[in-house]
């Protein structure tokens, strides 16, 4: 499996402003992605967090709102910038972990969250 | 992209009683199909999952089941508990190595 960590665990902030939030794994992992999970509601892939390049976005989702660093395997920020009240969910950071073994599937995993409520 | 729908999205059940949530899929080059579980606050947790290689897969109480012909799967679970109670995701995996995720599944089991 892979222990993977997010901080801040929650917080509360204000409108306009913005919150970063890292994403530490404890082994080095090609794929790494962050998700939006609203309250009731599924996830909602936000971004494939390259390391050594720009991240992929999915559709709907925008640098300049989402900006997201891999410095290197086992790390990743995600910035929720400009916050405005529907901003306010759950962000997971999440992780492919190669199989040990050659049969063995890959599999991914899901950090703890981090809860943002914007007022 | 791929297209993930789930069903039912809210399951009450009797304790003992057996429970079954269907997902169907678009992408016929789909090729992985994992379940999460998660409970309230928490962080989805992989329970099973099938390869497109396989018809069936078990675990206990829980066993998944797919239908590459027919683009859906199912999850399984028997002899239900109280501790069953969470939210269930299927999940969807294409060739560009990304999940797609079902709508979720709040299953209540009644002690």
């Known amino acids: 499996s892979a222990v993977i960590s997010q901080k801040p665990s929650r917080d509360i902030c204000q409108r306009g402003t913005s919150l970063t939030i890292q994403c530490q794994v404890d082994?080095?992992?090609?794929?790494m992605f962050w998700y939006r999970q609203q309250p009731g509601q599924s996830l909602t892939l936000i971004a494939t967090?390259?390391?050594?390049?720009?991240?992929?976005?999915e559709s709907g989702f925008v640098i300049d709102k989402f900006p997201i660093s891999r410095p290197n395997l086992t790390f990743s920020t995600l910035t929720v910038s400009n916050m405005s009240p529907e901003d306010s969910s759950i962000y997971l950071c999440s992780v492919v972990k190669r199989g040990a073994r050659r049969e063995e599937t890959d599999t991914q995993y899901f950090g703890p969250g981090t809860r943002l409520t914007v007022l | 992209g791929e297209n993930v729908e789930q069903h039912p999205s809210t399951l009450s059940v009797q304790e003992g009683d057996s429970a079954v949530i269907k997902c169907t899929y678009s992408d016929s080059a789909s090729n992985y199909f994992p379940w999460y579980k998660q409970e309230l606050g928490k962080r989805p947790q992989l329970i099973i999952d099938i390869r497109s290689n396989v018809g069936e897969k078990k675990d206990q109480r829980i066993a998944v089941t797919l239908n590459k012909t027919a683009k859906h799967f199912s999850l399984h679970i028997t002899e239900t508990q109280p501790e069953d109670s969470a939210v269930y995701f299927c999940?969807?995996?294409?060739?560009?190595?990304?999940?797609?995720f079902g709508g979720g599944t709040r299953l209540m089991v009644k002690p």
């Open positions: 999940a969807v995996h294409n060739a560009g190595n990304m999940l797609t």
């Open positions: 967090a390259n390391q050594g390049s720009e991240a992929t976005y």
């Open positions: 082994s080095q992992v090609t794929m």
